[in-house]
């Protein structure tokens, strides 16, 4: 068995674990990175099919006040476009420029639910007041990447003034916390409305964070080369500062009182302190806690308990297109991040009232059952479509359009079909059903201008990045969530029972994203560096004792 010392090891190469470890070797840290793939980044990551460049997760990246601030303390030049939104129902389309193009939408869903049109204007004012939390909220450059000690005009010019503003916004946003599906209800008496609004978010999204989203549509930028770009040049940066990395590695054990991990090739590491960017489900399967002491021991099985016991949140099926015809057809459509709903009838109850019956009397349901309903699953969804080729021409061959779909799609279904056996078929079903949806009202060209297809499912979202249930954002938000979710106290969310230990990523503070992933990997970073020098102080003073 082979034995290697580090200050630190961060486990699992996502956004946050790059972060974490970047930040650790940045300090002068000896670190060890290690990731389950070949490459890292996590659902931050792009690939090449054919000559075409796809986004294997998140289509664009939202600054948030943390990315920028982020890449300007390390030094990381990259070159950014802005990616632009469009929203479209039916025939109805609008193509989303700033904060005036709200009027443009509320306008859409008038024509679209004329008897509605006092509610849309309720709504609209709703969204316009969350807009303005946003601004606070995210209007300022995160703290966590500023030096305070130095930088006192930021301090006192910029933070000090920001903070009161911020426990305010807080409260107004704490008390948004239902979900948004109930919300709507109170405000919305047409229910394919409410559909068309908000059914493609995640089950039971906290009403602010659903509102929010027209903010953050103005708010997407897109790295060139694509998303991955950003995961590439933090990895240059970590090897700059010389942190080690192991690909293709997993974690199958860690014994907690020994400071040690055991990965797949049998290979043992000790750490002075860890942080755990992975699935926090496997961290807690793996964890033994023997040589601890009781009190901790206890900490730690009574946080294991809700953690296994919870859900991931939900997932998604992706579709990629490689179409025979120029980005030019699909310019004058929409822009390259569409959200397209194909039908104002909405989904009602086919997504999670028809299929949790559908799965629970699963022996009694016929092929022809699940077809039927996926029938009207897919002719009433709302399709997130990105086209990488209309943010960067590079991304795609001359005269060709690469093109990703994706919808919310359940976990349990896909693993279900894949033990009756008929899982390749149901995927081909699927990716058909969507193709002729797109192809029968926004993009005609779709009939006969594919020449290639394929898709990613729950199931190898699981496979691939290691996440439970296939989430792509962490926790359900239709259980108690097991870990920290208020932003103000988002600090506490890299707190794991285990003293030398802290967690980073979307499972260590719902509801996640990017920019959260990046700013507790920042802060898990931090607790270690913090963590590491009170140690050489207490072993210092126990020196000088002897002494």
Request: charge should be neutral; aromatic fraction near 10%.
């Amino acid at each position: 068995m082979t034995q290697n010392r580090y200050d630190s090891i961060v486990v699992g190469g996502g956004i946050a674990g790059l972060t974490s470890a970047t930040y650790l070797a940045r300090a002068g840290q000896k670190v060890l990175l290690i990731e389950k793939n070949k490459e890292v980044g996590g659902l931050v990551n792009t690939f090449s099919r054919d000559g075409f460049q796809f986004e294997a997760g998140v289509r664009a990246l939202e600054d948030a006040g943390v990315i920028f601030p982020m890449l300007k303390e390390l030094g990381i030049e990259l070159d950014f476009v802005r990616s632009p939104v469009s929203v479209g129902v039916e025939n109805e389309i609008i193509n989303i420029k700033d904060i005036n193009s709200l009027k443009d939408y509320q306008q859409m869903l008038i024509r679209l639910f004329p008897d509605n049109e006092d509610e849309i204007d309720n709504l609209m004012v709703i969204i316009r007041k969350i807009m303005k939390h946003m601004e606070v909220l995210y209007g300022l450059e995160n703290p966590a990447f500023k030096d305070l000690k130095n930088d006192t005009n930021y301090l006192f010019k910029q933070l000090l003034p920001w903070l009161p503003k911020f426990l305010f916004t807080m409260g107004k946003i704490n008390r948004m916390n239902m979900p948004v599906e109930d919300y709507l209800k109170n405000i919305l008496t047409n229910a394919s409305l409410r559909d068309v609004v908000a059914q493609h978010f995640f089950k039971n999204t906290p009403t602010f964070f659903a509102l929010s989203y027209f903010a953050l549509y103005l708010d997407y930028f897109y790295p060139i080369g694509g998303v991955g770009k950003l995961a590439e040049a933090m990895h240059a940066k970590f090897h700059e500062y010389g942190g080690v990395l192991l690909t293709q590695t997993s974690v199958i054990s860690i014994d907690a009182g020994a400071n040690e991990i055991t990965d797949n090739t049998g290979a043992c590491h000790t750490y002075q302190n860890m942080v755990w960017a992975a699935d926090l489900k496997t961290f807690y399967q793996q964890t033994i806690t023997k040589q601890l002491t009781p009190k901790i021991a206890l900490a730690f099985e009574k946080q294991k308990k809700p953690i296994l016991e919870s859900r991931g949140g939900d997932s998604v099926f992706s579709l990629y297109l490689q179409i025979d015809e120029p980005l030019d057809s699909f310019c004058k459509i929409a822009h390259g991040h569409f959200f397209y709903t194909p039908s104002k009838e909405g989904l009602g109850e086919t997504h999670w009232g028809e299929l949790k019956t559908m799965l629970k009397c699963w022996t009694k349901t016929s092929k022809q059952d699940v077809y039927k309903w996926l029938d009207k699953f897919t002719a009433l969804n709302t399709y997130e479509i990105s086209i990488p080729g209309l943010k960067d021409k590079s991304l795609v061959p001359t005269g060709k359009t690469g093109m990703i779909i994706s919808i919310l799609a359940d976990y349990d279904l896909f693993e279900q079909i894949k033990e009756d056996g008929w899982y390749d078929e149901f995927k081909k079903e699927l990716e058909d059903r969507m193709i002729q949806v797109l192809s029968n009202s926004i993009y005609p060209m779709l009939a006969n201008k594919v020449m290639k297809q394929f898709s990613f499912t729950p199931l190898g979202i699981k496979e691939r990045v290691g996440s439970s249930e296939g989430a792509i954002t962490g926790w359900s938000f239709q259980e108690t969530i097991p870990v920290m979710h208020k932003i103000q106290y988002s600090d506490r969310s890299t707190l794991t029972p285990i003293p030398n230990i802290f967690q980073a990523g979307q499972w260590c503070f719902s509801p996640a994203g990017v920019p959260m992933s990046i700013l507790t990997g920042r802060l898990a970073a931090d607790k270690v560096i913090k963590n590491t020098r009170r140690k050489g102080t207490v072993n210092q003073t126990k020196e000088d004792a002897r002494k």
